[in-house]
């Protein structure tokens, strides 16, 4: 089976130390990004540990496709215990960085500890160095970036960063790469805060030798060739279909349809668009780079779940006040989804839906910790009975735009998902809009077949994150071609996606999660709700309170 290659980096930010370590037989289980590092913190990381202490453990992996020359592997994988949910939690991100971190020739980075003073780490293929940064504190990701350029001559491909956001330990703040890309659900950006650490970089000449099939070419020049409309418009292509079947969360999740939809859907957006953007390696070329010059604005997005969060969400339908929000949110290193989230719950408590002065004042004073800020640091989860609003969370992550409430299959992964109300983790969305061919799909409503189904979705989606393959390479990827490019059955392929996802839940099991953290603020309202969850556990060998046997991760 195609792996990663290279030892563990153990970096000691309290003492400065490095150790490697061998972890070829993790790898080999493993494959790399999120299932190497999920197996690495599961056995190193106490199952008590606090989030923002020292003894919590960050870990950057990327995977073996990123020695590929194939689109979709511009990505790379970082892992904590989440401030935001509390459990084991993985993110991705794309971008340039996954192929200079390969350069540094690790299989996986290893922070512990935390730093007294403010550092800008260094990895290199000959080791570390800790800069002192003192200089940087409070400064924005492009300000970091353009430092370290600056005194280094490392561009922003080479850094994972944050903002003030992560300085202040907001529950939400992302890690920023490429300075437009973010680990972004979860808050990491806080952990990597919480450990004195405003930036890491990597660069080096010793990417390790792996080969990699001959599909990688195909998949390539389809990806180059293949018109998508994905190509023009990125994930906010999908908006008016949301809209459409009565799934566009609006008003603080208390309405599913936005009459001011077509000033912030996909049309919107490509009219905003000025260039192609991509990730390293990538011909499919999905990202946005939009700019309205009369008003001085420019960025990378909206996506479809940020266009939610502070478009409909916030009852704001110009698409260039989302785009100013998106822009704060990547400078001050906050997650977008979860800013406009916690940011439209406010607005609800206010009465203030589509007022986008103090939209934007909020995400000011969220990165800072000032005034209402420092309570809506916390999250919708945290704040919800301050503000008498609705908890739209699970497990303490507010929901992604992909509405539950109309696409079951998409509500019962957002129940069962390790890291809460994330979208991604399953992607079941696409098979009930659908977005997928006809034969692949799913009715909206219902469970019939989808726990099994859910089940699959899930493993595919850690085997994407492991590889790791970007998760829009759906309508270029296969069984077929999994087997090709990974060299093992698709099958024994899908096992790996099981072990990371149970090794997952088991961590969060020690930690307390369990069939009562399975659930939605509207779950009364599906029926078949609880015969779903209990086929799910059942189809995934857990007991019936959802707590993996200790003797499975044995």
């Not at 153990?10 to 003492?15: E, F, I, M, W």
């Amino acid at each position: 089976m195609l792996h990663g290659k290279g030892p563990l980096l153990s970096v000691d930010l309290s003492t400065h130390a490095t150790r490697e370590t061998n972890i070829d037989d993790t790898l080999a289980a493993f494959i790399g990004g999120r299932g190497v590092a999920t197996k690495l913190a599961h056995d190193r990381v106490p199952f008590d540990a606090d989030p923002l202490g020292a003894e919590n453990r960050l870990y950057f992996t990327t995977g073996p496709m990123q020695a590929s020359r194939m689109s979709f592997t511009g990505r790379m994988n970082a892992t904590a215990v989440s401030p935001l949910t509390d459990g084991l939690l993985s993110s991705n991100a794309g971008g340039f960085m996954s192929r200079h971190f390969a350069d540094a020739g690790y299989g996986a980075v290893e922070l512990t500890g935390a730093s007294d003073e403010l550092l800008v780490v260094h990895v290199t293929d000959e080791g570390v160095t800790f800069e002192p940064a003192a200089e940087l504190a409070g400064a924005t990701v492009g300000e970091t970036c353009a430092y370290i350029e600056a005194e280094h001559g490392l561009d922003a491909e080479h850094v994972a960063c944050i903002g003030p956001a992560g300085e202040n330990e907001v529950r939400f703040a992302s890690i920023m790469t490429t300075e437009e890309r973010a680990f972004g659900r979860g808050g990491l950006g806080a952990v990597l805060g919480s450990k004195g650490v405003k930036a890491i970089t990597f660069e080096g000449d010793s990417a390790p030798e792996i080969e990699i099939p001959a599909t990688q070419t195909e998949i390539h020049r389809e990806a180059a060739t293949e018109d998508h409309i994905m190509k023009r418009q990125g994930t906010v292509a999908v908006m008016d279909l949301a809209n459409e079947v009565n799934g566009l969360p609006s008003y603080y999740f208390s309405e599913q349809q936005f009459a001011g939809v077509d000033g912030i859907n996909g049309d919107a957006v490509e009219a905003k668009k000025y260039k192609k953007g991509t990730c390293s390696q990538c011909a499919f070329a999905c990202k946005l780079p939009t700019r309205d010059e009369e008003r001085g604005v420019e960025t990378e997005g909206p996506e479809f779940e940020v266009a939610m969060a502070f478009g409909s969400n916030a009852g704001v339908d110009d698409i260039v006040e989302v785009m100013k929000s998106n822009e704060q949110c990547d400078q001050y290193g906050l997650d977008a989804i979860s800013a406009g989230n916690v940011v439209s719950a406010y607005l609800a408590s206010e009465d203030a839906f589509g007022d986008e002065e103090l939209i934007h004042e909020t995400v000011e004073k969220i990165a800072h910790r000032e005034g209402v800020g420092d309570e809506l640091a916390e999250g919708v989860a945290a704040v919800h009975d301050d503000l008498d609003v609705e908890n739209w969370s699970v497990k303490g992550m507010d929901f992604a735009a992909h509405e539950g409430r109309v696409l079951h299959g998409q509500a019962l992964s957002y129940a069962v998902a390790n890291r809460g109300a994330d979208h991604m983790y399953a992607t079941f969305y696409s098979v009930e809009y659908p977005l997928v061919p006809t034969d692949q799909a799913m009715p909206m409503t219902g469970f019939e077949g989808k726990a099994d189904r859910l089940v699959e979705r899930e493993n595919l989606m850690a085997l994407n994150d492991a590889g790791v393959v970007c998760k829009f390479s759906r309508d270029y990827m296969n069984p077929e071609r999994y087997e090709q490019l990974f060299g093992a059955d698709y099958e024994e392929l899908l096992a790996v996606g099981s072990r990371i996802v149970e090794l997952e839940r088991h961590f969060n099991n020690r930690r307390g999660f369990d069939r009562r953290d399975d659930t939605l603020p509207y779950a009364d309202q599906l029926d078949g709700f609880d015969a779903a969850l209990e086929e799910y556990y059942d189809r995934r060998g857990w007991t019936a309170e959802g707590v993996v046997p200790d003797e499975r991760v044995a």
